[in-house]
Nanobody, 120 residues
């Protein structure tokens, strides 16, 4: 059974920091591209950052220079360090793991989400 379990969300003041973690089980973690997405009330889910199986990161323009994604394959865990948080970062943050499989549909898994609230 595949599980992606997020932790580390919470309430923080504007300018503060949080570190999200996502622990994966039931998958060969090192072969997956891992990502963090977020969804604010009334808005669509959007990519925040992702990291390839080889460790190359990619960021949404809105978080560049403030957020850092990293992975620790030995612990089957991906992290999102969030600094200089803004009220507009308030959302439910979701962990995603995806792996392309030959010519078929990719394997695609989601966590249950963790709430991040940034007060002004």
């Amino acid at each position: 059974q595949v599980q992606l379990v997020e932790s580390g969300g919470g309430l923080v003041q504007s300018g503060g920091s949080l570190r999200l973690s996502c622990a994966a089980s039931g998958i060969i973690f090192s072969r997956y591209q891992m990502g963090w997405y977020r969804q604010a009330p009334g808005k669509e889910r959007e990519l925040v950052a992702d990291i390839t199986s080889g460790g190359s990161p990619n960021y949404a323009d809105s978080v560049k220079g403030r957020f850092t994604i990293s992975r620790e394959n030995a612990k089957n865990t991906v992290y999102l360090q969030m600094n200089s948080l803004k009220p507009e970062d308030t959302a439910v943050y979701y962990c995603n793991g995806i792996r392309a499989i030959g010519g078929g549909s990719p394997l695609d898994f989601w966590g249950q989400g963790t709430q991040v609230t940034v007060s002004s």
